[in-house]
């Protein structure tokens, strides 16, 4: 830790005994990026599940936007140490995604239009653990923070829930994805503190 | 290269700040001394970091102001100029809270290639500075040094900002460039001109580099500092102009100015 | 959309990893062939880490986290680093 710095207290926030170890409360939702925002039109939009044997499910915007949706409230956390409680999004869950898919791959990797990636195991992205978010905040969800759709997986850190979700691919291996490869821990448990290798 | 080139690993120091001078009525110069400071370049910058007492840090650039001492010996001072921006984390309590006698965390020099040295290899090429907002701040710093090594480089500096109340830096520069040893700047306003003056507002624009800047055959050394857009399109008419792009060197302060 | 800052902001960081500034490096982008001082480089500073990316083709050029008493540093994205080092 440096010196303090007399009289300097940041941007509002606090901590709270909700929050995970070294979070931070925060009003705002800071947007973190790693490269240019994509702008990916509904029009060309199209979410693919892609099975451990090569097996394709595809739906475009409209056959998306026809499934069930359901609205979960959930607290979400960065690994750069804000959190934010009881957002609200909009989207289909994993588990009706899910539905049709025969597999018995244990590893997902969910992937972005502009290329980023992050892996999970599948077992994380069921049981009402994930969603398909295309709503946040009772608005639709915007491109800075990952629209029109993303991967929303509150119970891990935030990295993990991918913005603008171009599909998941299912394996029996297990592949680091974009920031699990250069240092960052490989399942990401914010309870457990655990943001780097070796945490 | 001359000094401060090779340095060891860079870390965090702790200077004192020493005097703040106010330079508008949102930027504040901060002295800071620093003990065991190895010198720096002319165009470097610093890396400031805040902890408040829960631990929660954080950190912005900030380009270097000052000279090192007349070249000569290395002073163990650090100017920073510092824009206010009303949504910002950082430059707030730069430019409002720390007072003298303050600590103040930083780690540098940092940057070897947006410099001017008076010694290096090219350091008789005139030289082109485009300044927007308060992205003048390193390139204050390059004329100074200049000043300071006595070298009669012909300096030209085009330097934009909104209205003349943002101009930092307003009655030195016009001090420096009174003393007629090869220092123009031209000024460019993109809302208010100066009252009674007759300037029209607006960005800068490829006759306006034309007039105030080097022809090509000169080979100027080019360096323009700002906020992103600015840089990008100051830069892409250099190139329209015939300029060797190679030539260009460029900092961006980022859309927030980089400085928040 | 220029949301992104440049290759100078990495110099603190990579300035604790080597003795040397690397800002100044030329690499040439694995992606596109372009060549670029790390200083032109575009970066986007708001992430878990930081990205530097080709101006030419946005490519990842480089990339760097900082962790507890730890960085990583992956170089992938330039085909090779020429550093000017003082001295013959």
Not at chain 1, 133 to 159: C, I, M, N, Q, T
Not at chain 3, 22 to 41: D, F, K, L, R
Request: some cysteine; glycine content about 12%; hydrophobic content about 40%.
């Amino acid at each position: 830790m440096g010196i303090v710095s007399p009289g300097f207290s940041g941007r509002r926030r606090s901590a709270g005994e909700k929050l995970p170890p070294g979070q931070y409360l925060v009003t705002d939702f800071p947007v973190l990026s790693a490269g240019p925002t994509p702008r990916v039109d509904t029009g060309a939009w199209e979410l693919r599940i892609t099975t451990e044997t090569g097996q394709v499910h595809r739906w475009d915007w409209a056959a998306f936007r026809a499934l069930p949706a359901e609205e979960p409230a959930v607290d979400i956390h960065c690994v750069t140490k804000w959190s934010k409680l009881g957002t609200h999004w909009r989207g289909v869950s994993l588990d009706t995604l899910l539905a049709g898919v025969k597999t018995s791959a244990g590893f997902a990797t969910a992937k972005s239009y502009g290329g980023y990636t992050t892996n999970l195991p599948l077992a994380d992205l069921v049981d009402g653990q994930a969603w398909v978010a295309f709503g946040f905040g009772g608005k639709p969800l915007e491109a800075e923070h990952g629209g029109p759709a993303r991967l929303l997986v509150p119970h891990l850190y935030f990295w993990k829930s991918a913005k603008w979700l171009q599909g998941i691919d299912l394996s029996d291996h297990d592949t680091p994805g974009f920031w699990e490869s250069l240092g960052y821990h490989n399942y990401g448990d914010p309870w457990r503190e655990q943001r780097y290798w070796g945490d | 290269m001359a000094r401060a080139a090779v340095l060891g690993r860079l870390s965090w120091r702790v200077g004192t700040v020493t005097a703040l001078r106010d330079e508008t009525a949102t930027a504040r110069t901060i002295v800071i001394d620093v003990p065991g400071w190895p010198g720096h370049l002319a165009g470097q910058h610093v890396d400031v970091r805040l902890t408040a007492e829960d631990g929660y840090s954080a950190e912005r650039s900030y380009s270097i102001a000052s000279t090192p001492a007349n070249g000569q010996a290395t002073s163990q001072t650090v100017e920073l100029t510092v824009q206010r921006l009303a949504d910002g984390e950082v430059s707030p309590y730069l430019t409002q809270i720390l007072k003298v006698g303050y600590p103040l965390e930083l780690r540098g020099p940092i940057g070897g290639w947006f410099v001017w040295d008076p010694a290096g290899p090219r350091a008789a090429a005139p030289v082109l500075l485009v300044a927007g907002g308060s992205g003048v701040v390193p390139l204050m710093a390059m004329i100074r040094e200049r000043a300071a090594a006595g070298s009669r480089t012909p300096f030209r500096l085009i330097y934009s900002v909104r209205e003349p109340g943002a101009l930092l830096y307003a009655d030195e520069l016009a001090r420096r460039e009174q003393a007629g040893d090869g220092l123009e700047v031209r000024y460019v306003y993109t809302r208010t001109a100066p009252p009674g003056s007759g300037q029209p507002t607006g960005r800068i624009r490829a006759a306006l580099l034309a007039s105030a800047g080097w022809p090509p055959e000169r080979s100027p050394a080019m360096f323009a500092c700002g906020p992103t857009g600015f840089v990008e399109a100051a830069a892409d008419l250099l190139v329209h102009a015939g300029h060797n792009p190679g030539a260009i060197k460029t900092e961006r302060f980022g859309p927030s100015g980089g400085q928040s | 959309m220029s949301d992104y800052m440049d290759g100078n902001m990495l110099g603190g960081t990579l300035g604790e990893l080597f003795s040397m500034d690397v800002t100044g490096a030329t690499g040439t982008c694995v992606s596109c062939g372009a060549s670029w001082a790390i200083a032109q480089a575009r970066v986007y500073p708001h992430a878990p880490g930081m990205v530097a990316r080709c101006p030419a083709c946005d490519a990842v050029l480089l990339r760097l986290v900082r962790g507890p008493g730890r960085a990583w540093l992956d170089l992938r994205g330039v085909t090779c680093l020429q550093l000017a080092v003082p001295g013959p």
